[in-house]
């Protein structure tokens, strides 16, 4: 521990002299061009005198051209490439002052002698360094003497160090860096020293970092394979109402990132900020963090598996919602049914189909003018009435909140306004009038949910819509916040304000951090804009949840477009206007996989693609995927081809109904992943890699994944095809629906995929519970439940379920629930009660298969008596078809 500054001259000796047109031609512009970070990213002013004027070192033999070439006309920074002016290797920073032993780890102060090339330099900082758990270190550097903003997420707070670490911590004290290590293996997980340019001043706060390997996943919302590119890749950061496409900011920021390490331990760092933000990837491998306010707030986690990677990350972002039962069910929806008639014909057509459903929505074409808290009075006058009807058939109706209020209603005809200026509840202009925008419903003001008045306000006018529309969920869209203009409606945003016009705009799309949002300059009462545009999202819907909460007095569902690390413990999220196209088929995958991995398991996207027609197969498909997204749900935009699944042909409705009613089979395995999802931040959808973090070939699997760690997804993703290869990991699989096993060495795999088919395998090992599926999870919650016992290779497995009455609050916390343990060794099945705190619904048994079993059983027993079963001999499926035990009761099922 402590100061150790020889490592600083084995990263020089590492550099390789190579370049020889450079313009300063000291030995300090000798970088290796993997090595060098981008001293001015900045297109305007780009150029060899303002690189030299910032003390930095330009390259004449490189074209200021290039960078990813398809996006170049969009991006707004030179880091799309090696960059041509960049820093010194002694380019002034930082150094230590002094370092102090505190009860929770390290202070250091830090200062600078030397102005960098931005404004406003904050020339003392403070370190602390919390040594926070044993795989948790947590640094943060802030200003020694003025407050700055910081991120309300309610973080654990620490004030004594873990007794031992699973990392160290070495710092470099001129210039100031860290690094960090793991223990175990002295991997190398983070070294700052690799850029000597840390720079920290009041609108740019930059830092890099070297990468122990080129593993990285993560620094979402964004468009890309699961496996993220390190070739001169920018992610930025800024929430943003835009059609998913490459490289763009989108609408949610998750500054996290995970990696693999050469060896397959993992970690993951999080930077707790909020503000407009890049992060830059290089082959070197490094990151580069650069954003443009608040302080820098690093969060390490030592996993050493992916998932405890992702646990740790949860325990400070906070744990996920625990779902409703019933939101686990399908979900059908459509912008544009137009009528409460209409949505009434769908919704009726599913039922008489027989295809499962559990909740039907509106999109705004349900309101009168778009606004908030109003249903059409001509197209939706039978929608209480529908609602009702839906109720009836124990099914759930959701409807939509978008955050733009109207502000030019008829005196007197628009309370929700009306209640709102004069308890003065929306976001203020830079001179302290209400920020006007325009978005659906015309000329708006934007609720600041920052302000607590803000959240009472809400939770009334949610009320007392409620009173008329019986919702049992809320939609929040356009929370990034959404405005159809640049900035204030007529006026834009002030041309002289820094924080509209800051020294460094992050490469967001259109240029100006206003681009189709509120400006930055406008006031919260937390903060400005500025600092908060990117949990806007989050705000709202934790109002959204408790409002809910209130009202109903059960167990919230919200979904949120907008989403910042933390959101997963109050909102779903979709993943926002897409296309019907294969290829956004495909990038369903890397996105339900990348929000698990951002503590939001429950998430999906719109099946059968939002915008455009889709076609009956691509649709067909879909669904099949779309069955096994955490949240599954079909959505359509206004104008589309209809795409409900009862437009289509028999075949494909057939198809559609067989898909679903298998997700509704495994829907106790489902919301057991939840719950331990809820209880202790594990993925619900999770990639290969997970599970397998030291078989290099599932690194950059995202066309196929897993349920929990148990059951492999391999669908289809193209047209036209009645195959699918897949990778299968060093294991037993067995076929979902046949029993076959399979014995992989690590091997691709290819297997038929007709067109009614999605490929489905249990691992072996695992114990999955499953119950007789329906058309709705209330009439499913009524059958008896199975067990798919997938033997391991040794003949053993486990496996578990939570259940509760799957609405009520807390559950879990008032132990109304029941925990059950299965194991199976030896010929024999046991069941374990952990826990028996719930009893409205007895728990039968009614059916076991056991995958893997190798010869006919003579007899089998439950509980030493014989019960009746049969034996599959092609497959070597043991299958008991007339139990009735309860689970609740331990049990031991044997065969001999
Ligand atoms: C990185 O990008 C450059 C420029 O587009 C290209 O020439 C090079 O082949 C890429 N390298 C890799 C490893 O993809
Ligand atoms: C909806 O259907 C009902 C019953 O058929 C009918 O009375 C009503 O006029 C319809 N509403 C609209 C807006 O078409
Ligand atoms: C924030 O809201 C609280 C409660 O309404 C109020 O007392 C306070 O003055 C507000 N602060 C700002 C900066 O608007
Ligand atoms: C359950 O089975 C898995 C896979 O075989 C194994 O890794 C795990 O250790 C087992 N857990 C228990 C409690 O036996
Ligand atoms: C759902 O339950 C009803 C009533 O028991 C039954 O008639 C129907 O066949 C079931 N549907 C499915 C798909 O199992
Ligand atoms: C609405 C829309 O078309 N959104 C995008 C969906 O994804 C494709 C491919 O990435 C984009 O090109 C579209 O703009």
Same mark, same amino acid.
């Given at each position: 521990?402590?100061? &150790?500054?020889?490592?600083?001259?084995?990263?020089?000796?590492?550099?390789?002299?190579?370049?020889?047109?450079?313009?300063?031609?000291?030995?300090?512009?000798?970088?290796?061009?993997?090595?060098?970070?981008?001293?001015?990213?900045?297109?305007?002013?780009?150029?060899?005198?303002?690189?030299?004027?910032?003390?930095?070192?330009?390259?004449?033999?490189?074209?200021?051209?290039?960078?990813?070439?398809?996006?170049?006309?969009?991006?707004?920074?030179?880091?799309?490439?090696?960059?041509?002016?960049?820093?010194?290797?002694?380019?002034?920073?930082?150094?230590?002052?002094?370092?102090?032993?505190?009860?929770? $780890?390290?202070?250091?102060?830090?200062?600078?002698? %030397?102005?960098?090339?931005?404004?406003?330099?904050?020339?003392?900082?403070?370190?602390?360094?919390?040594?926070?758990?044993?795989?948790?270190?947590?640094?943060?550097?802030?200003?020694?003497?003025?407050?700055?903003?910081?991120?309300?997420?309610?973080?654990?707070?620490?004030?004594?160090?873990?007794?031992?670490?699973?990392?160290?911590?070495?710092?470099?004290?001129?210039?100031?860096?860290?690094?960090?290590?793991?223990?175990?293996?002295?991997?190398?997980?983070?070294?700052?020293?690799?850029?000597?340019?840390?720079?920290?001043?009041?609108?740019?706060?930059?830092?890099?970092?070297?990468?122990?390997?080129?593993?990285?996943?993560?620094?979402?919302?964004?468009?890309?394979?699961?496996?993220?590119?390190?070739? +001169?890749?920018?992610?930025?950061?800024?929430?943003?109402?835009?059609?998913?496409?490459?490289?763009?900011?989108?609408?949610?920021?998750?500054? &996290?990132?995970?990696?693999?390490?050469?060896?397959?331990? %993992?970690?993951?760092?999080?930077?707790?900020?909020?503000?407009?933000?890049?992060?830059?990837?290089?082959?070197?491998?490094?990151?580069?963090?650069?954003?443009?306010?608040?302080?820098?707030?690093?969060?390490?986690?030592?996993? =050493?598996? =992916?998932?405890?990677?992702?646990?740790?990350?949860?325990?400070?972002?906070?744990?996920?919602?625990?779902?409703?039962?019933?939101?686990?069910?399908?979900?059908?929806?459509?912008?544009?049914?137009?009528?409460?008639?209409?949505?009434?014909?769908?919704?009726?057509?599913?039922?008489?189909?027989?295809?499962?459903?559990?909740?039907?929505?509106?999109?705004?074409?349900?309101?009168?003018?778009?606004?908030?808290?109003?249903?059409?009075?001509?197209?939706?006058?039978?929608?209480?009435?529908?609602?009702?009807?839906?109720?009836?058939?124990?099914?759930?109706?959701?409807?939509?909140?978008?955050?733009?209020?109207?502000?030019?209603?008829?005196?007197?005809?628009?309370?929700?306004?009306?209640?709102?200026?004069?308890? $003065?509840?929306?976001?203020?202009?830079?001179?302290?009038?209400?920020?006007?925008?325009?978005?659906?419903?015309?000329?708006?003001?934007?609720?600041?949910?920052?302000?607590?008045?803000?959240?009472?306000?809400?939770?009334?006018?949610?009320?007392?819509?409620?009173?008329?529309?019986?919702?049992?969920?809320? +939609?929040?869209?356009?929370?990034?916040?959404?405005?159809?203009?640049?900035?204030?409606?007529? &006026?834009?945003?002030?041309? !002289?304000?820094?924080?509209?016009?800051?020294?460094?705009?992050?490469?967001?799309?259109?240029?100006?951090?206003?681009?189709?949002?509120?400006?930055?300059?406008?006031?919260?009462?937390?903060? @400005?804009?500025?600092?908060?545009?990117?949990?806007?999202?989050?705000?709202?819907?934790?109002?959204?949840?408790?409002?809910?909460?209130?009202?109903?007095?059960?167990?919230?569902?919200?979904?949120?477009?907008?989403?910042?690390?933390?959101?997963?413990?109050?909102?779903?999220?979709?993943?926002?206007?897409?296309?019907?196209?294969?290829?956004?088929?495909?990038?369903?995958?890397?996105?339900?996989?990348?929000?698990?991995?951002?503590?939001?398991?429950?998430? $999906?996207?719109?099946?059968?693609?939002?915008?455009?027609?889709?076609?009956?197969?691509?649709?067909?498909?879909?669904?099949?995927?779309?069955? &096994?997204?955490?949240?599954?749900?079909?959505?359509?935009?206004?104008?589309?081809?209809?795409?409900?699944?009862?437009?289509?042909?028999?075949?494909?409705?057939?198809?559609?109904?067989?898909?679903?009613?298998?997700?509704?089979?495994?829907?106790?395995?489902?919301?057991?992943?939840?719950?331990?999802?809820?209880?202790?931040?594990?993925?619900?959808?999770?990639?290969?890699?997970?599970?397998?973090?030291?078989?290099?070939?599932?690194?950059?699997?995202?066309?196929?994944?897993?349920?929990?760690?148990?059951?492999?997804?391999?669908?289809?993703?193209?047209?036209?095809?009645?195959?699918?290869?897949?990778?299968?990991?060093?294991?037993?699989?067995?076929?979902?629906?046949?029993?076959?096993?399979?014995?992989?060495?690590?091997?691709?795999?290819?297997?038929?995929?007709?067109?009614?088919?999605?490929?489905?395998?249990?691992?072996?090992?695992?114990?999955?519970?499953?119950?007789?599926?329906?058309?709705?999870?209330?009439?499913?919650?009524?059958?008896?439940?199975?067990?798919?016992?997938?033997?391991?290779?040794?003949?053993?497995?486990?496996?578990?379920?939570?259940?509760?009455?799957?609405?009520?609050? !807390?559950?879990?916390?008032?132990?109304?629930?029941?925990?059950?343990?299965?194991?199976?060794?030896?010929?024999?099945?046991?069941?374990?009660?952990?826990?028996?705190?719930?009893?409205?619904?007895?728990?039968? @048994?009614?059916?076991?298969?056991?995958?893997?079993?190798?010869?006919?059983?003579?007899?089998?027993?439950?509980?030493?008596?014989?019960? =009746?079963?049969?034996?599959?001999?092609?497959?070597?499926?043991?299958?008991?078809?007339?139990?009735?035990?309860?689970?609740?009761? =331990?049990?031991?099922?044997?065969?001999?």
């Amino acid at each position: 521990m402590g100061s &150790f500054s020889s490592w600083i001259l084995f990263v020089i000796a590492a550099w390789t002299v190579t370049s020889t047109g450079v313009v300063v031609s000291a030995q300090k512009c000798e970088v290796e061009p993997n090595l060098r970070f981008n001293c001015h990213p900045e297109i305007i002013g780009f150029g060899r005198e303002n690189c030299l004027k910032r003390g930095c070192c330009w390259d004449e033999r490189q074209s200021a051209t290039g960078g990813q070439e398809e996006f170049k006309s969009r991006l707004n920074t030179y880091d799309g490439k090696v960059p041509q002016c960049y820093y010194s290797s002694d380019f002034p920073s930082y150094t230590v002052t002094k370092q102090q032993e505190k009860p929770f $780890g390290y202070t250091l102060d830090l200062s600078r002698k %030397s102005q960098s090339y931005y404004p406003k330099d904050v020339m003392q900082l403070t370190a602390d360094v919390f040594f926070e758990t044993k795989t948790r270190l947590h640094v943060k550097i802030y200003d020694s003497e003025k407050p700055r903003y910081e991120v309300p997420l309610d973080t654990p707070k620490v004030s004594t160090k873990a007794k031992s670490t699973d990392y160290s911590v070495n710092f470099g004290e001129t210039p100031f860096s860290v690094q960090v290590k793991r223990q175990a293996t002295d991997t190398t997980l983070i070294d700052t020293s690799v850029n000597p340019a840390f720079i920290f001043s009041d609108q740019f706060l930059q830092i890099s970092t070297k990468l122990p390997s080129t593993f990285i996943y993560g620094l979402g919302e964004h468009r890309h394979s699961l496996l993220l590119d390190l070739n +001169w890749t920018s992610f930025t950061f800024w929430n943003h109402d835009m059609s998913p496409a490459p490289l763009v900011n989108l609408y949610g920021s998750h500054p &996290f990132y995970m990696m693999l390490e050469e060896d397959g331990n %993992s970690h993951g760092v999080f930077l707790l900020n909020s503000n407009g933000m890049d992060v830059i990837l290089q082959p070197t491998p490094a990151l580069t963090w650069r954003t443009i306010g608040g302080i820098l707030d690093f969060y390490i986690f030592l996993g =050493p598996s =992916p998932d405890e990677v992702i646990q740790q990350y949860s325990e400070v972002i906070g744990l996920p919602f625990m779902p409703p039962y019933w939101s686990l069910g399908f979900h059908l929806c459509r912008y544009g049914y137009n009528s409460a008639n209409k949505t009434r014909e769908i919704w009726q057509s599913m039922l008489k189909a027989g295809i499962p459903q559990d909740v039907q929505w509106n999109d705004i074409d349900s309101m009168e003018g778009h606004r908030d808290f109003t249903y059409n009075q001509e197209t939706f006058t039978e929608l209480p009435a529908l609602v009702e009807e839906i109720h009836q058939h124990n099914q759930y109706y959701i409807t939509m909140l978008d955050p733009g209020i109207p502000n030019d209603q008829p005196k007197g005809s628009y309370r929700p306004y009306e209640d709102g200026i004069e308890l $003065g509840v929306f976001v203020k202009d830079y001179q302290g009038n209400p920020f006007v925008g325009r978005v659906w419903p015309g000329r708006t003001v934007f609720p600041d949910y920052t302000n607590p008045v803000t959240v009472k306000w809400w939770q009334q006018e949610t009320q007392r819509f409620h009173d008329k529309i019986k919702f049992d969920g809320l +939609w929040n869209d356009m929370n990034e916040p959404s405005n159809f203009v640049y900035g204030a409606a007529g &006026f834009g945003c002030p041309i !002289d304000s820094p924080y509209d016009y800051p020294p460094y705009v992050p490469n967001v799309f259109g240029f100006v951090l206003g681009d189709r949002t509120i400006c930055p300059s406008a006031q919260h009462n937390l903060s @400005l804009h500025y600092d908060v545009h990117n949990i806007y999202g989050l705000t709202e819907v934790i109002a959204t949840y408790n409002a809910l909460k209130n009202i109903r007095g059960k167990r919230p569902f919200v979904l949120s477009r907008s989403t910042f690390a933390g959101s997963g413990k109050y909102t779903a999220h979709w993943t926002g206007d897409n296309l019907s196209s294969w290829v956004d088929l495909y990038y369903s995958i890397p996105a339900i996989l990348n929000l698990n991995m951002f503590g939001i398991p429950l998430v $999906g996207v719109d099946i059968c693609g939002f915008e455009g027609d889709t076609t009956e197969e691509l649709c067909q498909r879909w669904q099949q995927v779309g069955a &096994f997204y955490p949240f599954s749900r079909n959505h359509n935009a206004i104008g589309s081809k209809d795409q409900h699944p009862t437009v289509f042909s028999q075949d494909m409705q057939a198809s559609t109904r067989k898909a679903l009613l298998i997700r509704y089979t495994l829907l106790p395995y489902l919301y057991t992943l939840f719950h331990r999802a809820n209880a202790g931040g594990k993925t619900v959808a999770r990639p290969l890699f997970f599970e397998y973090p030291s078989d290099r070939s599932t690194y950059s699997i995202d066309k196929q994944f897993l349920w929990g760690e148990a059951l492999l997804i391999t669908p289809v993703l193209q047209l036209s095809v009645v195959q699918v290869t897949g990778y299968f990991p060093k294991d037993t699989w067995y076929d979902y629906y046949t029993g076959m096993s399979i014995e992989s060495e690590g091997q691709q795999i290819t297997l038929d995929a007709p067109l009614d088919k999605i490929n489905l395998h249990i691992r072996g090992g695992y114990i999955i519970p499953t119950q007789q599926p329906n058309v709705t999870t209330f009439a499913a919650r009524k059958n008896p439940f199975g067990l798919i016992v997938a033997l391991s290779g040794e003949g053993i497995a486990n496996g578990s379920i939570y259940w509760d009455d799957g609405d009520s609050l !807390d559950t879990f916390k008032n132990k109304k629930h029941n925990a059950i343990k299965f194991t199976a060794a030896k010929n024999s099945i046991t069941c374990r009660v952990v826990h028996d705190g719930y009893s409205e619904e007895p728990m039968v @048994l009614g059916s076991v298969r056991v995958l893997g079993v190798a010869n006919k059983p003579e007899t089998v027993t439950a509980n030493s008596k014989a019960v =009746p079963f049969s034996y599959d001999v092609v497959n070597k499926v043991l299958k008991l078809d007339v139990l009735s035990l309860l689970l609740t009761k =331990p049990f031991m099922i044997a065969w001999t």
